[in-house]
């Protein structure tokens, strides 16, 4: 399993960003898709979800209505889109397959002025 993660960079609070997350080495279109953050000295934390076909999303409440999970199977690429962000947005950013251990090293977003 390999997930490589890029799109991120530094914007000012109230820009956007769209991460995206490349996969290989499992059945993509099977497997639910997950992205999670971890901001310097806090434990890593689910941002959102989404199932195989992309027919089900879940976010945590603080993403809800600024951030937009979605996939293309064809391309066996998940994406992230981040609108409104703020400084509390501030951490790496990483995708999981659901049901697979590993972690690709992320991509830093930072928000600030």
């Known amino acids: 399993v390999q997930l490589v993660e890029s799109g991120g960079g530094l914007v000012q609070p109230g820009g956007s960003l769209r991460l995206s997350c490349a996969a290989s080495g499992f059945t993509f279109r099977t497997v639910a898709m997950s992205w999670y953050r971890q901001a310097p000295g806090k434990e890593r934390e689910l941002v959102a979800s989404?199932?195989?076909?992309?027919?089900?999303?879940y976010y945590e409440d603080s993403m809800k209505g600024r951030f937009t999970i979605s996939r293309d199977n064809a391309k066996n690429t998940v994406y992230l889109q981040m609108n409104q962000l703020k400084p509390e947005d501030t951490a790496v950013y990483f995708c999981k397959a659901l049901g697979f251990v590993s972690w690709g090293r992320g991509t830093q977003v930072t928000v600030s002025s």
């Open positions: 989404i199932s195989s076909a992309g027919g089900t999303t």
